[in-house]
């Protein structure tokens, strides 16, 4: 299973998005039990999209995160696409639903279905 790239500052997240056709940033903070107990599932449903980088970064250490990326809660799920934001989910992520938008953007940007590169 593919590991998320940790950002230690604002400069760095922004850079691995401009980077990164395919960026998925997650959000999260120190003490958050929502936070620890969704990355994994995020990371499991994220091996199905082997184009989308994955990079993680703690707002509670890095705060300036919060005012760059407009955070007022956590976990905040991001996905970007040419540097673009596409979706956001925050708090309550609804796992099967953030697989179908990320399926569709990523069927469309990619010009194959994420299906084909789970076979």
Same mark, same amino acid.
């Given at each position: $299973?593919?590991? %998320?790239e940790?950002?230690?500052?604002v *400069? $760095?997240?922004n ?6 056709r395919?960026?998925?940033l997650?959000?999260?903070m120190?003490g958050?039990s @929502?936070?620890?107990a969704l990355?994994p599932? =995020?990371?499991i449903l994220?091996?199905?999209? +082997?184009?989308?980088?994955?990079g &993680?970064?703690?707002?509670q250490? =890095? +705060?300036?995160v &919060?005012?760059s %990326?407009?955070?007022f809660? &956590? +976990?905040?799920?991001l996905l970007? =696409? *040419? ?5 956001r *989910?925050?708090?309550i ?15 469309? @940007?990619t010009g ?5 590169t789970?076979?």
């Open positions: $299973m593919r590991e %998320f940790q950002l230690t500052s *400069e $760095m997240a850079e691995f998005i401009s980077r990164h395919l960026s998925f997650y959000i999260s120190t958050c @929502v936070c620890h990355q599932q =995020v990371q994220l091996s199905k999209y +082997p184009e989308i980088q994955l &993680a970064i703690n707002a250490e =890095v +705060p300036a &919060a005012g %990326f407009s955070v809660t &956590a +976990p905040v799920l970007y =696409v *040419e540097g673009r934001e596409y979706i *989910e925050a708090r992520v609804h796992l099967d639903l953030l697989d179908e938008k990320i399926r569709k953007i990523y069927d469309l @940007v194959q279905s994420s299906d084909e789970v076979k």
